[in-house]
């Protein structure tokens, strides 16, 4: 067996193998707003719930490791002291990984990740709507665990009203585990999903996507494609020639005669093929003939 001691590691491996042991963890998909009233949305999963009288949900925005700054989450709710913690299910976790990509301050990664905007009823920050459950919090404390890059803040968050979609919920008002459909976070760019055991999700580009909300409008508003797969079309740092575009439609016709002429919701479906193999390339390309 392989022993280290923790000094004796980089930070950044050191997390490599923290969250690669420690999973699969839960997703705080949490929602701010900063001092202006603009929104941020950001995932967490350095996330769980620790009482249930009074209700206490604890998440932590960690310092990042390769440059020591802070999140804008955190700044957020040092300032506001409101949070509301959605949860994420299979449905959104496309769209989840996006937000998470590291836009500047005052982009609303609500609209880059193609999410909706749901009013609170207790605390500012809105809810996401496509959230099957949604925990409007009041932050209690923020404890800092160190200085350097990679010490996390606790933020310990009362619930002081909680939404549950009824799609989700059992006769007896339970929650159904299965119908709820939850994803978690492992390591590297793994997840989990509760149902099915592990998949891989391309980790956000280091660079920024372009954005759900950058979508051609007959591509955002398609009525066959998911919100994972916008949230797939939505990673890209930047769309495909019209020289690669037509290129690849002649190759294509090869096997598909009728593809010029086909309607939006005929290339729809077999775009929607593609991004089910992870191929976002030729999927822009049919979306953009």
Not at 188 to 216: C, H, W
Not at 241 to 265: G, M, Q, W
């Amino acid at each position: 067996m392989a022993s280290f001691n923790p000094e004796d590691l980089t930070t950044s491996n050191l997390h490599s193998y923290l969250l690669s042991a420690v999973a699969p963890r839960p997703i705080a998909f949490a929602s701010t707003l900063d001092a202006e009233g603009k929104p941020n949305l950001s995932p967490f999963s350095f996330f769980n719930v620790f009482s249930a009288n009074p209700p206490i949900l604890i998440f932590s925005p960690a310092r990042r490791v390769r440059n020591n700054t802070t999140k804008h989450t955190l700044e957020n709710i040092e300032k506001t002291k409101e949070v509301v913690i959605n949860v994420v299910n299979y449905d959104i976790v496309q769209q989840m990984s996006l937000s998470s990509t590291e836009y500047p301050e005052g982009v609303n990664e609500f609209e880059k990740a193609g999410l909706t905007m749901d009013p609170s009823e207790r605390v500012k920050p809105m809810r996401v709507a496509e959230s099957p459950v949604q925990f409007e919090c009041k932050v209690n404390d923020i404890i800092s665990l160190g200085t350097e890059g990679g010490a996390g803040n606790l933020v310990i968050c009362e619930v002081v009203k909680l939404h549950i979609s009824e799609e989700v919920l059992n006769t007896d008002q339970s929650i159904n585990q299965e119908a709820l459909d939850l994803v978690a976070r492992a390591g590297g760019s793994y997840y989990s999903r509760a149902k099915n055991g592990f998949f891989e999700i391309p980790k956000p580009l280091s660079t920024l996507g372009i954005g759900v909300d950058q979508l051609p409008d007959h591509v955002k508003n398609s009525m066959i494609l998911t919100g994972n797969n916008l949230g797939m079309l939505g990673n890209v740092q930047a769309l495909p020639s019209t020289t690669d575009v037509e290129s690849f439609i002649n190759d294509l016709s090869e096997r598909y005669p009728d593809i010029k002429t086909a309607s939006h919701r005929e290339k729809h479906k077999l775009a929607q093929n593609y991004l089910s193999y992870g191929d976002v390339e030729s999927a822009w390309k049919l979306l953009l003939s």
